[in-house]
């Protein structure tokens, strides 16, 4: 790095990760209201109160009353652990203040922004902890090989200051609707289904029918299994463990899990929503935008009208 691109501000760990200065031949010279100057200086300037604000040097902006997290403004929350939940996943837990919670309603997501390569990166998340957890909340995330956030994620280190804004998301939900409720989820995709089914079990008056179908590699790659299968205790939650590339007899169980292997076809999914009976069915599907799709296409062409699925 040439020496008048350091900053003296901005400590020897976080100098690598400077946005980069445009070539001098970028800027079209033609006055545009926005320059890519303007813009390499806005990162520059996030770049310096990230690095102070990571280090502790700037104090949290969470306010003692009003929300914790705020939909415009991304603020900084200290990294309190990180716990594995299998190869490249894992739960990453954030500080709140004593005695404050995220309360976020049902099924929606925060954004995460960080650096990499020079460039800044925002990415959406789905909150696993409980919207009653005081003093922290959680996200589970999976990281990838060739991902930018993977990247920039894999360099945390409990007690660095990461920057989050929310929450968003359109979901809605009603107890005793009396739909007939089908989630099918794939990998990370179950994060927001948690949600809606912790939802329903926690209100005792509601009786809506859930099933989720969650489809993992294999039994090790299931997520969150130890919270599914206390979910599964409740007498209108079915969960179904799918593993795609396990045979049964290969892996343990635990006493009462469904498994089921393969991939979801258009046979499996009518006979899913056949198992309705009549009831409305009201479809979720959450993973890979291919997944999505084809889920999305087999519960269409297995009767369940378009305005009655919904992807997170
Ligand atoms: C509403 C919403 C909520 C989400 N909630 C969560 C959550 O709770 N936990 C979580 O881990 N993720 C969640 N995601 C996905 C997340 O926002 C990122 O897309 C993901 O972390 C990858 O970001 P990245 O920058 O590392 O990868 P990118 O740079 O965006 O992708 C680069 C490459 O990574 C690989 N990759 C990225 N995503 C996938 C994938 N899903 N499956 C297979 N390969 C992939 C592909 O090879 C891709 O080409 C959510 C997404 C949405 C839209």
Request: with cysteine; glycine share 8%; net charge negative.
């Amino acid at each position: 790095m040439a020496s008048e691109t350091r900053d003296p501000d901005v400590c020897e760990q976080c100098q690598s990760i400077r946005p980069a200065t445009p070539p001098p031949d970028s800027c079209c010279g033609s006055g545009c209201a926005v320059c890519v100057y303007d813009i390499h200086d806005q990162e520059i300037q996030l770049w310096k109160k990230t690095c102070k604000r990571k280090h502790g040097a700037e104090e949290s902006q969470i306010e003692d009353n009003g929300t914790v997290m705020d939909l415009m403004d991304y603020r900084y929350y200290t990294l309190q652990s990180i716990i594995p939940v299998c190869a490249n996943t894992a739960v990453y837990r954030f500080m709140l203040p004593p005695g404050r919670k995220l309360d976020l309603s049902i099924a929606k997501h925060i954004i995460l922004r960080g650096i990499h390569n020079g460039k800044v990166i925002t990415r959406q998340y789905t909150p696993i902890s409980s919207p009653h957890d005081a003093g922290f909340f959680e996200v589970l995330i999976k990281l990838y090989l060739s991902g930018d956030m993977s990247q920039y994620i894999k360099q945390w280190k409990i007690g660095d200051g990461v920057e989050w804004r929310g929450p968003f998301g359109a979901f809605t939900y009603q107890p005793n609707e009396g739909h007939y409720m089908i989630a099918i989820a794939a990998g990370t995709g179950i994060t927001p289904i948690i949600q809606v089914m912790r939802h329903i079990v926690e209100n005792e008056e509601d009786e809506t029918v859930f099933r989720l179908l969650y489809t993992c590699r294999n039994y090790d790659e299931i997520l969150l299994r130890e919270t599914l299968n206390e979910l599964a205790l409740y007498w209108n939650i079915t969960i179904i463990f799918n593993l795609t590339q396990s045979l049964a007899g290969s892996h343990s169980t635990e006493y009462g899990e469904i498994i089921q292997y393969g991939r979801f076809t258009q046979e499996r999914l009518s006979k899913e929503v056949a198992a309705s009976m009549g009831r409305p069915v009201r479809a979720l599907v959450c993973g890979t935008r291919s997944f999505e799709n084809d889920m999305i296409t087999f519960l269409k062409e297995s009767g369940v009208p378009a305005n009655s699925i919904e992807k997170f």
